[in-house]
């Protein structure tokens, strides 16, 4: 082959008290459409993406390159074309889906032959966390745990048979800003209690009990009571969405969008009334990828 197109689900993190374990692709898509010429370019075709950079600093030439440098192989000058529903820095795991994309890229163009667990490993230790990283390569449900650096363990599920509504605001949130907000150290008992609802939050979205998923959602105690401060109309939006319907509400990732889990019959209708609450944010209904990354 001398052209690929390599599509990647975008992702939300932690849903609430799932904090750097779990994640979910969403119908959201990174798509790179990719062929062989005697330079490299790389062509943005939205805003979705840097608009002033050289080849050399951009994180999906930079992956790439890694990737095929860690096999032992050369890395050919390719054209490629960008299109992502994924603004930057807003929680939607964009950076986690150019760094599946750019392991992706080379190997198909170095015929590296990797296996999906070589993928979510190295996206997972670029990353430094695998919540992001195992959704975007498996798409569905990801429960990780990064057992050393360089390896994870994921337990994927699909058939997440709910719908999702985030709130992007006009506002980004590095995720090392989001970060900087948290506290060192928690209390043992107050560890305990977050733990118990990260596990319970886990086994109510494995047994798809999305009423008690939703419960759990709002129950977190890892991220969000230090975050909340940063995130324009947290509270607000998360008491509509509850009025409205919503099984829970929590930040997609680090933030600043929210997402909420709502029942699939009259999701356009809530969606559209959250729309008119929050008309300074962008309101998408979606629903959980069931493919992961495709390449054809």
Request: glycine share 6%.
């Amino acid at each position: 082959m001398s052209k690929w197109r390599i599509t990647v689900p975008g992702s939300t993190a932690n849903l609430g008290p799932g904090f750097d374990s779990i994640g979910l692709g969403l119908a959201l898509y990174l798509t790179l459409d990719v062929s062989l010429q005697d330079e490299w370019e790389i062509i943005h075709l939205d805003s979705n993406g840097p608009s002033d950079f050289t080849i050399d600093e951009h994180l999906l030439y930079k992956i790439a390159k890694k990737t095929a440098e860690l096999y032992q192989a050369t890395l050919p000058a390719c054209r490629v074309e960008m299109a992502s529903e994924l603004p930057l820095a807003r929680g939607l795991g964009s950076s986690a889906a150019v760094i599946v994309a750019g392991i992706e890229l080379a190997n198909q163009v170095c015929e590296l032959q990797l296996s999906t667990q070589d993928k979510l490993d190295l996206s997972s230790a670029i990353e430094g966390h695998p919540d992001n990283a195992t959704a975007s390569v498996l798409g569905g449900l990801t429960i990780s745990s990064m057992q050393t650096e360089d390896t994870t363990d994921t337990l994927h599920i699909n058939g997440i048979d709910a719908a999702f509504v985030v709130y992007i605001p006009d506002v980004e949130l590095k995720t090392a800003d989001a970060r900087s907000v948290l506290p060192e150290k928690l209390a043992r008992s107050y560890a305990v209690t977050a733990s118990a609802n990260a596990n319970m939050l886990a086994a109510s979205l494995m047994a798809k009990d999305f009423e008690r998923a939703g419960r759990y959602m709002e129950l977190d105690k890892f991220h969000e009571p230090y975050r909340a401060t940063l995130i324009p109309n947290f509270a607000a939006i998360k008491k509509t969405a509850k009025e409205y319907g919503a099984y829970g509400t929590a930040l997609s990732g680090a933030g600043p969008t929210m997402i909420s889990l709502v029942p699939t019959e009259g999701a356009e209708a809530f969606a559209e009334k959250m729309q008119q609450a929050f008309p300074k944010h962008q309101v998408i209904l979606t629903k959980a990828d069931e493919h992961g990354i495709r390449v054809n």
